[in-house]
């Protein structure tokens, strides 16, 4: 077992990241880990940094310092097709969808690493299963479902590609409370089928509670981080983030 309380080799390991917008230092010797399998949520406020750290991830901004493991292999170098192709998948912001394109043009863009015809009626089928309803609407125009249907959009899109390692950015934000928690039902039920995520936040009662560890950004540094249970009892985190 590791310091953090992982188990099985981790799918992800940050180590001592530092990443810049030219002058401007972002991220400071950010450390994380995702075990396989594992669900971990990123919290903090805004501009704390939380999607500078999907995008490092991801390789779509560069650390200055530091190296970003993923699945045995060292990726700092390598472009973002590369790391997708090895199995990472992100929703992002906003969700961004096609808004002109019917839902399973919205599914099909997120297979097109996956050429064979029959894994991917496979990925179809595994989807629709997860999402009944966007096989009932896979023809209507993505821009026109509402707020929770985006989010299953945007998850099936995601899990199109068969991800080791599914990134979210705030999928909580912009939906009423009811879709919160239905999306966070989501969340647990792609995780129980096996996929590690890394779950970013700034609603942290909601992310906690599905996670199994956390991390708290606070300008760009990690200022806490435990196991879900025990993050939600603490003490400043409560105070500064759960509103009690
Ligand atoms: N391309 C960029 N060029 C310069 N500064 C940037 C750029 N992208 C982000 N920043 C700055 O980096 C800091 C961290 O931004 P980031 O988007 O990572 O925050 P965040 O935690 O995701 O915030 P939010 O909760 O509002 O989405 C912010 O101060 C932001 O203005
Ligand atoms: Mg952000």
């Not at 961004?96 to 064979?116: H, Q, T």
């Not at 708290?216 to 879900?228: F, M, N, P, Q, Y």
């Amino acid at each position: 077992m590791s310091a953090n309380g992982t188990t099985a080799a981790p799918i992800l390991r940050l180590s001592g990241i530092n990443t810049y917008y030219g002058q401007i230092h972002i991220l400071q010797d950010v450390n994380i880990e995702v075990g396989a399998g594992e669900l971990v949520s990123l919290l903090g406020g805004n501009a704390s940094g939380k999607s500078t750290t999907l995008k490092t991830i991801l390789g779509i901004v560069k650390p200055r310092t530091g190296t970003v493991e993923f699945a045995g292999d060292e990726v700092t170098d390598k472009r973002t097709s590369y790391r997708i192709g090895q199995g990472m998948a992100i929703v992002p912001e906003n969700r961004r969808l096609f808004g002109p394109m019917s839902v399973l043009e919205n599914l099909e863009m997120g297979a097109y690493l996956n050429k064979d015809g029959k894994a991917r009626t496979e990925d179809f089928d595994r989807v629709y299963e997860l999402f009944p309803l966007l096989h009932e609407r896979r023809a209507q125009l993505a821009g026109t479902l509402s707020g929770g249907e985006q989010q299953m959009v945007a998850m099936g899109r995601a899990l199109m590609s068969r991800p080791r390692l599914l990134l979210m950015d705030e999928p909580s934000m912009g939906l009423a409370p009811i879709l919160v928690e239905r999306s966070f039902e989501i969340i647990k039920q792609v995780h129980d089928a096996g996929v590690a995520m890394l779950v970013v936040e700034q609603n942290a009662n909601m992310a906690l509670s599905i996670a199994d560890r956390g991390y708290v950004l606070s300008t760009g540094r990690i200022v806490l981080e435990g196991k879900a249970a025990d993050l939600l009892q603490n003490e400043d985190l409560r105070k500064a983030y759960l509103g009690r």
